[in-house]
Nanobody, 118 residues
Framework: VQLQASGGGLVQAGGSLRLSCVAS????????MAWYRQAPGKERELVAA???????TYADSVRGRFTISRDNAKNTVYLQMNSLKPEDTTVYCC?????????????WGRGTLVTVSS
C-alpha cells in the first residue's frame, strides 16, 4: 500500500489550497484517514482526521479554516485549507489505517510542502 500526497505549493496569506492523498495497492477497506504536519523544531501535529463514516476531528489551530473530507470509492482523503496563515507553513503528511485481515495497519505518505507567505 502506498499513499501519495499532492496539492501543496506557495500561496499568500489568506489564500487557499486543497491537498489530496490517494491510497493505492491491495486495499480492502480503510478506516480512519488523517493529515498531520510537523514544522522544524516542533512536534508532529494532528491537523485533521476522518473516519470511514465521516466523523471528523480538527486541531484547534485549524478548526473553522480547514475541512477534511474523503472519497471512499477512490481511497482518497482531501484537506481544503482556507484563510491560510504563515504559521501553517510546513510539510503536510497523510496516513490511512488499512484493513489487513482482522486488524489494521497504519500507512504514511511522504508529504507535500505548503508555504504561506505574509
Amino acid at each position: 500500500v502506498q499513499l501519495q500526497a499532492s496539492g501543496g505549493g506557495l500561496v499568500q496569506a489568506g489564500g487557499s489550497l486543497r491537498l489530496s492523498c490517494v491510497a493505492s495497492g491491495r486495499i480492502n477497506s480503510i478506516a480512519s484517514m488523517a493529515w498531520y504536519r510537523q514544522a522544524p523544531g516542533k512536534e508532529r501535529e494532528l491537523v485533521a482526521a476522518i473516519t470511514r463514516g465521516g466523523i471528523t476531528t480538527y486541531a484547534d489551530s485549524v478548526r473553522g479554516r480547514f475541512t477534511i473530507s474523503r472519497d471512499n470509492a477512490k481511497n482518497t482523503v482531501y484537506l481544503q485549507m482556507n484563510s491560510l496563515k504563515p504559521e501553517d507553513t510546513t510539510v503536510y503528511c497523510c496516513n490511512a489505517d488499512v484493513q489487513n485481515g482482522s486488524y489494521y495497519i497504519k500507512y504514511w505518505g511522504r508529504g507535500t510542502l505548503v508555504t504561506v507567505s505574509s
